[in-house]
């Protein structure tokens, strides 16, 4: 009975949240509102960490396998690894005129060897990624699979594959839509971003992702 008989409080106490969090326990406060305005640091900060959100949010389902190397045996989680690292090195320029340098983006991080000589090319509403085969790679390597993403910034849209065709077959296909219906109207992506990295098959490794190209639709 790790936690004793009656188990770990969480909930609601005064100014004081706590709750259970990978098997930690974790205590905040309750955030309360500020009505006084910001310092410019304050303000930056803000920005900067509201950028983050809305880029991972379409792609939480990816970094939840492409972080979970990094994160596993901690108490931080994949989504926030991918935000931190995010507004470290995509967000450019100074506030309030800040800017993503998507070639910048960390949309994996680990120990894997990385793709070789990856690229991509379009046609139509497929991408075919490529990269080089590399005949010394360690045989453990082969049954590595391959990790795509096609990020639209333009409607904070995504499509990818976690855990696809494996490293050796040197090249795999995407499929992306490049326009978000609703309702009410149509919105059409002018540009697609695209990335690349490799994730053994129990899904325990990765390896560093690799910015292949901005596509213009």
Known sequence: MKYGP????????GGLVTYI??????????????????????????KQFSMAQKFVAPVR?????????LT?????????????LFRKHAIMGEYPDFWI??????MSKGNL??????????????????????????YLLNSDQVMMMAYLP?????????????????????QFDPELRTDAWVKRDTRVETY????????????????TSQIIL
């Open 6 to 13: 009656f188990g770990p409080f969480t909930g609601k106490l």
């Open 21 to 46: 969090r990978k098997g930690e326990t974790v205590s905040r406060m309750v955030p309360h509102v500020i009505k006084r305005p910001g310092t410019l640091g304050q303000l930056a900060s803000r």
């Open 61 to 69: 389902d990816f970094v939840s396998y492409s972080f979970h190397p």
């Open 72 to 84: 596993k045996n901690t108490t931080r989680i994949p989504q926030n690894q991918a935000t931190s």
């Open 101 to 106: 340098d998507y070639s910048k983006v960390i």
């Open 113 to 138: 060897p990385a793709p070789l000589n990856a690229n991509v090319l379009r046609e139509g509403d497929l991408l075919t990624f490529t990269w080089t085969v590399d005949p010394n790679w360690d």
């Open 154 to 174: 333009d409607t904070l849209n995504a499509a990818f594959i976690v855990g696809g065709i494996q490293r050796t077959a040197g090249m795999a296909t995407l």
């Open 196 to 211: 690349i990295a490799f994730i053994s098959n129990d899904r325990q490794q990765v390896s560093d992702s690799i910015y």
